[in-house]
Every structure is written in structure tokens, then in C-alpha cells.
């Protein structure tokens, strides 16, 4: 039988009162996230449209095309679960594995702190295309929701697919949600020069019945071979759902002359869409001149004196945000 499926932090509850009905909105604004609802298809989710601050992430780092590209569907990804949070916390997404890019990190601090960076090999890189990107390894979703809460932690294998794909087979196996998930990244020619944009769309099948959802029995592991459980039929709103999901085109995701809900009208007009009230994302890193300190003098005096550099300064480099500080050993002595 089907046990109740336990609750979820990346499964988006009740929603805010809508407000009443008004023409679509054309305006176009960006670093936010729009939740949505299709209520006749029981769907929920969210729209992502990220400017100034992925292109701040992406030039604090001065990342190659095809990393950038990785790193910009990452953060995106990250916007989209995070901020269905209800939780003060972090959202963090993380990679390790033997790909061009072995390690890829992005915080989300509730609600609106955004921070990334991401570790590559040149050489591989080089020669990388598509799923050499990532490799093999494992993608970690983990949400920290302060010391009186217990931490919660997803992992998908990472087998040469892209952030799209890990996040269907997460939903699928470990949340059962039904979900689709669309991203994009792109750089954009204006007067001041290129620019990177991002944008991204959510979509999760919720009815009120867990029935409905089709969930899939668990393997008991001692099954007769040969023996095969068959998934029950997908409903047929989530099959709707999934192909209006499907229509969407990656310049549509980044245009930036292209608002949130027009786009939402585009893809659920027929059956009504609603939107609730927009949130805004920002970049903005954690580090600080107090925090360094702190981490310096939690180390040996020997290990300080090896950190010394030919200045006689202990130099840091903030990992996300690229910023140099520089500190007199003496003030640790």
C-alpha cells in the first residue's frame, strides 16, 4: 500500500490570498521569484528571472563561457527550491565529482541572500563539452535550518546529466513529487556590453489526494526475480501540465522584454493561472572582516606563521565573492 508521503521541505503548501482578477502584467522585473498556481491541474510553482545578480556572481569570478553557462543554471536551480522555504535557513546546493567542473557550491540564505562559486580544471576543460561539464559524482540539496532544527539532506547520483535531469530524478525518487523543472542561461549584448541573464520555471503536480500523485511503491528488496511493479498511470492534469511546461524556449526563460506573467499567461491561459505576491533575490556574500577573524584564530600559531605571504601579511580570498583581505599576524599573537 501507499503510505503517507511525510512533509516535504521543497513541496510549496498554501499560498497567499490572491488578489482579484486584473489584466497581465508586463512588467518585467528582474532577480525575483513569481509563485504561481494552475488550480484547475492541481499545479503550483514558480518562475525565476535572475540580471544584475547573476551577472555580479559570474564577474566576481570571471568564469569561462561553459562554466559560467553551469554555474548560472546552478543558481537558478537554487532560487527555484530555496525560496519555497518557509524556514529562516540556508538552502544550498552542492556538487563534487570528476567532471571539467569538480566542484560547484551555491547558497541561498532566507530570504533573499544569494552566493556561488564553482572549482574547474583548465586542461579538462578544454576538451569538456556537455555532460563532461559535471561528470560523475553526486548533486546535494541540503537545508540548515538553524541549530534547533534538524538538517535535512537530498542526494542524486551526478552520471554525465545536467542540473534539469538531476532534478527530475531527485523529485522522482527521493520526494516523490511529481516536477518538472526548465533553465536557462544566456549572455545578452546591450549598450554597456554583454550581460549574463538566467531564468527558470517550476512546475509540481500537489493535489490535494497523495493518491493522485501516483506515487511508486518502494522496492521491498526481496521481491521474486522477474518480478516488476508497474507505476500507476500518470493523471491526466499532470500530463497536461507537463506538456504546456514542455512548449516553453530558453530565450523565453531570459528575454528580458518578456514579464513573468506574460509568460505564465502564454503557457496556462486556457486553463487560468494565478500569481501571488513576487519575492526578491539579491547577491551578497556572508564573509566579513569578523568572521575571517574568528576563523584565523581558531588555527595554531604555527599554522598562522605559515600562512604568512613575502608582505608578512596573512592574506584571505573570499571563495564567492573573489574579495582580498589582508591581516597582521601580530594581532593574533
Not at 488550480?39 to 569570478?61: F, K, M, N, W, Y
Not at 522522482?172 to 531564468?199: C, D, K, Y
Not at 487560468?272 to 569578523?290: I, M, W
Amino acid at each position: 500500500m501507499n503510505d503517507p508521503a511525510p512533509p516535504s521541505p521543497f513541496e510549496q503548501g498554501g499560498a497567499p490570498q490572491t488578489p482579484a482578477s486584473r489584466l497581465v502584467s508586463d512588467q518585467s522585473p528582474d532577480d525575483t521569484v513569481l509563485p504561481f498556481a494552475v488550480e484547475p491541474l492541481d499545479v503550483r510553482g514558480r518562475v525565476v528571472r535572475l540580471g544584475v545578480s547573476i551577472d555580479r556572481i559570474l564577474a566576481q569570478h570571471n568564469y569561462p563561457p561553459p562554466v559560467a553557462r553551469l554555474v548560472g543554471e546552478a543558481v537558478t536551480l537554487t532560487v527555484l527550491l530555496g525560496s519555497a522555504l518557509k524556514i529562516e535557513g540556508r538552502f544550498q546546493l552542492q556538487t563534487r565529482s570528476d567532471g571539467a567542473v569538480d566542484m560547484l557550491v551555491v547558497d541561498f540564505d532566507a530570504p533573499d541572500r544569494l552566493r556561488a562559486f564553482a572549482r574547474f580544471n583548465q586542461k579538462k576543460l578544454a576538451t569538456a563539452a556537455g555532460a563532461e561539464l559535471l561528470g560523475k559524482g553526486h548533486l546535494a540539496f541540503t537545508v540548515d535550518s538553524g541549530a534547533e532544527a534538524a538538517r535535512y539532506q537530498g542526494i542524486v547520483a551526478l552520471e554525465g546529466q545536467g542540473f534539469e535531469e538531476a532534478a527530475h530524478q531527485y523529485f522522482q525518487q527521493s520526494e516523490q513529487i511529481p516536477t518538472r523543472v526548465r533553465l536557462a542561461v544566456a549572455e545578452n549584448m546591450t549598450g554597456s556590453g554583454t550581460h549574463w541573464r538566467a531564468g527558470g520555471l517550476l512546475v509540481q503536480f500537489l493535489p490535494k489526494s497523495h493518491e493522485r500523485r501516483g506515487r511508486i511503491d518502494l522496492d521491498p528488496g526481496d521481491a521474486p526475480d522477474g518480478l516488476r511493479v508497474e507505476p500507476p498511470p500518470e493523471d491526466e492534469a499532470w500530463t497536461e501540465a507537463k506538456a504546456l511546461a514542455a512548449t516553453i524556449e530558453d530565450h523565453e526563460l531570459v528575454d528580458p522584454t518578456l514579464s513573468s506573467e506574460r509568460l505564465l499567461y502564454r503557457l496556462f491561459h486556457e486553463q487560468g493561472v494565478k500569481v501571488f505576491d513576487s519575492r526578491a533575490v539579491r547577491n551578497s556574500c556572508r564573509c566579513s572582516n569578523e568572521r575571517i577573524t574568528g576563523m584565523l584564530r581558531g588555527f595554531t600559531p604555527q599554522e598562522r606563521k605559515d600562512m604568512i605571504g613575502d608582505n608578512g601579511k596573512i592574506g584571505v580570498t573570499c571563495e564567492f565573492c573573489s574579495t582580498y583581505r589582508e591581516y597582521d599576524p601580530a594581532d593574533f599573537d
